[in-house]
């Protein structure tokens, strides 16, 4: 448990710097963050390594049981630094070409979102470091996360409103709806984190 809140904690604190990195148009902080990410993703494949050398002392009807809700919980989070990978790689082209910034209008409009993904994080982060987790109350705090995912949905559908109806920047206003997409793949691997961390401790 305390693995899986370490990696949504730098999933968390990497999400925050590569969006204010993009909305501020921060070179250097998107060029460092590729090598935090790549470090990242070392890091989770020595755990991984680890795991299994674990599970291999366990009784072999368990192990496989375990291994399977191990595995789920393992693959989501790479998913999860994929998907950070490709935010900060589209923010890395944008900003890196001094292509127009994001309007401010979008940019004021995504702090609200931004912080009520980062809160969903947090207590993901805060749960996950519990010993031991509950089946209820990761399921409640699924559910939290499924729902701020659907808010994420609709403003996805006024971004493209937006982009049809007014004379917005196309460039910009591309990059930023892959940050709303891949926020919400982001949440979804939050929720499949939680169940399968749910499973595998109980």
Sequence with gaps: SLAAADNVHFASQTYKAVSDAFLQENYRVLRLTTH?????????????????????????????????????????????????????????????????????SLSEHFERYQKAFLVVMEQTEMLLSRQPLTYEDAAALRAKIEHE????????????????????????????????????????????ILRGMAKFTN
């Design 36 to 104: 935090h990410i790549e470090t990242a993703h070392k890091q989770l494949k020595r755990q991984r390594r680890r795991e299994i050398i674990c599970l291999r002392k366990i009784d072999p009807l368990l192990a496989i049981q375990k291994n399977t809700w191990y595995f789920h919980v393992s693959n989501n989070t790479e998913q999860m630094l994929y998907c950070i990978k490709r935010i900060n790689d589209a923010c890395i082209e944008h900003v890196g070409n001094n292509f127009p910034s994001l309007p401010k």
């Design 149 to 192: 995912q659907h808010v994420f949905e609709q403003y996805q559908k006024q971004i493209i409103q937006l982009i049809q109806h007014h004379d917005t920047n196309i460039q910009a206003a591309t990059v930023y709806l892959s940050l709303i997409q891949e926020s919400q793949l982001l949440m979804s691997n939050l929720r499949h």
